[in-house]
């Protein structure tokens, strides 16, 4: 039984992975550093921007980190990613039948509102935490524990929307369940289900269901 959802944004809510990689893999052709499948794994999706510049450039100078920096805010400004497919419908559904959620994610406050609004998704979601709101990111729990905390909710009732290996790791070092996007090579006893997007997913009165071509199956949720 779960009783609140938590989002990752990117790559979950929105289909930004795709842009997001190719701006860091300019940079680092920039600077002459090799950028692959790996790299991008463990260095960019699901950590904050200063933390991919600090590991992915760490032999870059101050000024050098900063102009990075800025360059990513600017490109955050420009980019218009997509919504995954069927977030809305999902997000919609859960709000309509009052199941609390929240988006927990590794970006700047700034960011992740600008693309809610940017999509009409402010109007369902109504808090977050972000980077700015942790001491600690992604794979530490702390993100997930402070979502379910501001919910009012246990950490073991909550079921986490989740793409990238360490918000996954995040998930489940915070004792949730996770409903993996987009990973399919995670195994983990407590990731319930491997989506490609929220078309596979599906929100009745008192469950959520997925119907995926690999697999298929509910879990009841409960209203607070």
Not at 49 to 76: C, M, N, P
Request: glycine letters at 8%; charged letters at 25%; a negative charge.
């Amino acid at each position: 039984m779960i009783s609140a959802i938590l989002f990752d944004l990117d790559g979950v809510i929105l289909d930004s992975n795709p842009e997001i990689e190719a701006f860091w893999g300019g940079w680092a052709e920039r600077e002459g550093i090799p950028f692959n499948e790996q790299i991008i794994k463990e260095k960019i999706h699901g950590r904050t921007t200063w933390e991919t510049i600090h590991t992915l450039f760490h032999h870059a100078d101050d000024v050098r980190k900063q102009e990075i920096y800025d360059d990513g805010v600017s490109f955050d400004l420009t980019m218009q990613p997509a919504m995954m497919p069927g977030v809305l419908d999902f997000v919609s559904g859960i709000a309509k039948r009052g199941l609390p959620f929240m988006l927990v994610t590794s970006s700047p406050h700034k960011r992740a509102w600008h693309f809610l609004r940017q999509h009409g998704l402010d109007q369902y979601f109504k808090d977050s935490i972000t980077m700015d709101d942790v001491t600690k990111g992604k794979p530490d729990p702390e993100p997930y524990l402070k979502g379910a905390a501001k919910l009012g909710i246990e950490p073991e009732a909550c079921l986490v929307f989740e793409d990238s290996d360490s918000g996954i790791r995040a998930g489940l070092a915070a004792g949730m369940r996770v409903v993996a996007v987009n990973n399919s090579n995670f195994d983990h006893e407590r990731v319930i289900w491997k989506i490609r997007d929220f078309r596979e997913m599906e929100i009745g009165d008192q469950f959520i269901g997925l119907d995926g071509q690999q697999e298929a199956g509910t879990l009841p949720y409960s209203l607070p």
